[in-house]
């Protein structure tokens, strides 16, 4: 956003508003948008990768030793699962890699 403010020359002590900014630049995507579409790009090809290399090995992984006590951390997977719900994509839409990246983001409608 700062990039944006200042191409437009629009100080933050002008209290205009982020999404005010986005209407004149002509963005329609936030920043959270654009790392949800990155987050199901890099899942989508791990999930198509041979299950012999290291990245889809790693991430099948699950540790043996015991937690430590407090909260659990949060996984990756559980964001992975939440952009999957934000874009409307189910568990297995990943095998059609076409619609994965038009739904996912990395492509944009023309």
Request: some cysteine; proline content about 4%.
């Amino acid at each position: 956003m700062d990039f944006w403010r200042r191409s437009c020359r629009i100080s933050r002590l002008e209290h205009i508003s982020n999404q005010r900014i986005r209407e004149i630049i002509g963005e329609k995507e936030t920043i959270l948008d654009a790392i949800d579409g990155k987050i199901l790009n890099w899942y989508g090809h791990l999930q198509r990768m041979d299950d012999n290399r290291w990245p889809k090995s790693i991430h099948s992984w699950t540790p043996s030793e015991r937690r430590k006590r407090g909260r659990p951390p949060r996984r990756w997977k559980q964001g992975v699962v939440e952009a999957m719900n934000s874009k409307g994509l189910q568990k297995e839409d990943w095998t059609e890699r076409n619609l994965w990246k038009l739904r996912s983001g990395r492509r944009r409608k023309s």
